[in-house]
């Protein structure tokens, strides 16, 4: 069933389902969330009044972009759609994003399977290749397996199990 839907209609509930949680986990804050995979993330920041310049002139298009604006303080949240076995290649594109702009938090998402992820994370125990952040706070990519029929993440496939 997923080879035949394309990655696009998975991110408006991926875009509704990032706007409740931030919203439940920042409730005193202004969040905005953002279909953003056809925008570069410099653009999009420009437009909400942020500057990261670590983003200028890097080809970077997040598929759902979320932010969290309070004061002069911002977080950034990143989510990657896919419908297809998850694959290194997949892994590694967030992970580069994730290496250069360091979010809040990152969430690599497939209507598919965990694909070879499953034997790197599962079998191996490979989870320090999801690690991304600065020394004193190390953060993990959440890898996820989205639900089509209640257009929701299965927070029971989750990896790590934080």
Known sequence: MTNKINEKVLYEPIKKWLQKYLEDHYKNSEVIVVNSHNQRLNKILLQNNIKCEVAVGIDIQIDVLGIVKKSDKYKLF?????????????????????????????????????????????????????????????????????????????????????
């Not at 994370?121 to 209640?150: A, T, Y």
């Open 78 to 162: 990143f989510v990657e759609a896919k419908i297809t076995r998850l694959t290194l290649r997949d892994l590694g594109q967030l992970w580069a994003y994730v290496k250069l702009i360091n979010p809040e938090e990152a969430f690599l998402i497939t209507s598919g399977n965990f694909g070879s992820l499953d034997k790197i994370l599962k079998v191996f125990k490979r989870e320090d290749m999801l690690d991304f952040g600065n020394g004193s706070k190390i953060k993990k990519i959440q890898v996820l397996l989205w639900d089509l029929k209640n257009n929701l993440p299965d927070l029971s496939s989750k990896v790590p199990k934080i």
